[in-house]
């Protein structure tokens, strides 16, 4: 066995770009997270639905022309499969939003690291693929996380409320698990990411909107602004996301995912006045072990 090649300094900073990109979108994520615990419940949840997924097409369509991928690349041989996706996604949307105004924003965001785990087993079970010995511990884990934070609950000393919001946050991961296994679907299948995004985008607006009949608000300055904020940040988080894994492999970038913890408690303890309780503080730990360890095992390249 020769010994591997020394990485070239290019491709050092290459990486380095790839991961300040994964960071500044978990910030953009966190932004709009922000946005949308500061709307309450003044708005109706539909409409935040339909203006976080019509302002995130600005930045969107702007990408994809820029890159040369609008409209063409819009074009698709799997509109039922998009339709599957886009479904799962925007149902994911609904409860995502909802469990952010029942929960603290940290509590909110850990949940949705339960993903990780749901999709260890939605791949297994429909994809076939590989349950290994390291992806069932990452289920174990995170499932334990989620019983250690439904403790509470069943002591009495989580409000109705909030014990929505777990069941809701919950739903949330395993949604998002089911829209991320059909994405990674339609990837195999030959769809363009940008056609992919659009389309979950388009179709999420238009569930949104198809609550007006429920009773909408006029929007006053405030609200209008953080409903453009959260739109536009999640459409820019999206983006540089994208952009991340033009400069880096999934396996580095993996790592910096979870700063949207971060991001979360510092918002909620500095805007909002949050601070993670007991059952947080023991939950975080297991959960994020656990999507950790529910990630595909980085190959090392050698030279032999």
Same mark, same amino acid.
């Given at each position: 066995?020769?010994?591997?090649?020394? =990485?070239?300094?290019?491709? *050092?900073?290459?990486?380095? +770009?790839?991961?300040?990109?994964? =960071?500044?979108?978990?910030? #953009?994520?966190?932004?709009?997270?922000? $946005?949308?615990?500061?709307?309450?419940?003044?708005?109706? @949840?539909?409409? &935040?639905?339909?203006?976080?997924? !019509?302002?995130?097409?600005?930045?969107? =369509? %702007? +990408?994809?022309?820029?890159?040369?991928?609008?409209?063409?690349?819009? #074009?698709?041989?799997?509109?039922?499969?998009?339709? %599957?996706? $886009?479904?799962?996604?925007?149902?994911?949307?609904?409860?995502?939003?909802?469990?952010?105004?029942?929960?603290?924003?940290?509590?909110?965001?850990?949940?949705?690291?339960?993903?990780?785990?749901?999709?260890?087993?939605?791949?297994?079970?429909?994809?076939?693929?590989?349950?290994?010995?390291?992806?069932?511990?990452?289920?174990?884990?995170?499932?334990?996380? $989620? #019983?250690?934070?439904?403790?509470?609950?069943?002591?009495?000393?989580?409000? !109705?409320?909030?014990?929505?919001?777990?069941?809701?946050? &919950?739903?949330?991961?395993?949604?998002?698990?089911?829209?991320?296994?059909? &994405?990674?679907? @339609?990837?195999?299948?030959?769809?363009?990411?940008? %056609? *992919?995004?659009?389309?979950?985008?388009?179709?999420?607006?238009?569930? /949104?909107?198809?609550?007006?009949?429920?009773?909408?608000?006029?929007?006053?300055?405030?609200?209008?602004?953080?409903? @453009?904020?959260?739109?536009?940040?999640?459409?820019?988080?999206? *983006?540089?996301?994208?952009?991340?894994?033009?400069?880096?492999?999934?396996?580095? @970038?993996?790592?910096?995912?979870?700063?949207? *913890?971060?991001?979360?408690?510092?918002?909620?303890?500095?805007?909002?006045?949050?601070?993670?309780?007991?059952?947080?503080?023991?939950?975080?730990?297991?959960?994020?072990? /656990? #999507?950790? %360890?529910?990630?595909?095992?980085?190959?090392?390249?050698?030279?032999?």
């Amino acid at each position: 066995m020769h010994p591997a090649a020394p =990485v070239p300094a290019t491709a *050092i900073r290459t990486e380095a +770009f790839g991961i300040l990109l994964r =960071v500044a979108a978990t910030l #953009a994520f966190a932004a709009m997270g922000g $946005c949308i615990k500061a709307l309450g419940t003044t708005v109706p @949840l539909g409409q &935040v639905v339909f203006f976080r997924s !019509a302002f995130a097409l600005l930045p969107l =369509v %702007a +990408f994809l022309w820029l890159t040369g991928s609008f409209p063409k690349g819009l #074009a698709t041989t799997r509109p039922l499969g998009h339709a %599957a996706r $886009c479904l799962m996604g925007a149902a994911a949307m609904f409860t995502s939003f909802a469990t952010i105004r029942l929960l603290p924003l940290a509590e909110a965001t850990m949940l949705s690291y339960l993903a990780p785990a749901f999709m260890a087993l939605m791949g297994w079970a429909f994809l076939g693929e590989n349950l290994h010995r390291r992806r069932i511990m990452g289920v174990a884990l995170g499932l334990s996380g $989620c #019983a250690v934070i439904s403790l509470p609950s069943m002591t009495g000393d989580l409000p !109705a409320a909030a014990f929505a919001g777990l069941v809701l946050g &919950v739903t949330t991961a395993l949604l998002t698990a089911a829209a991320l296994i059909q &994405v990674r679907r @339609l990837t195999v299948m030959g769809e363009q990411a940008g %056609a *992919i995004a659009f389309w979950f985008a388009a179709v999420s607006a238009l569930a /949104g909107a198809a609550t007006l009949p429920l009773g909408w608000t006029v929007p006053d300055g405030s609200q209008l602004m953080l409903l @453009l904020g959260a739109g536009l940040s999640g459409g820019i988080a999206h *983006i540089l996301m994208t952009l991340s894994f033009r400069h880096a492999e999934a396996a580095a @970038l993996a790592p910096y995912e979870y700063l949207s *913890i971060l991001w979360a408690v510092i918002l909620g303890l500095a805007v909002f006045g949050e601070s993670p309780g007991w059952a947080f503080l023991l939950a975080a730990p297991l959960i994020l072990s /656990g #999507a950790i %360890a529910a990630l595909p095992v980085r190959r090392l390249r050698r030279a032999r």
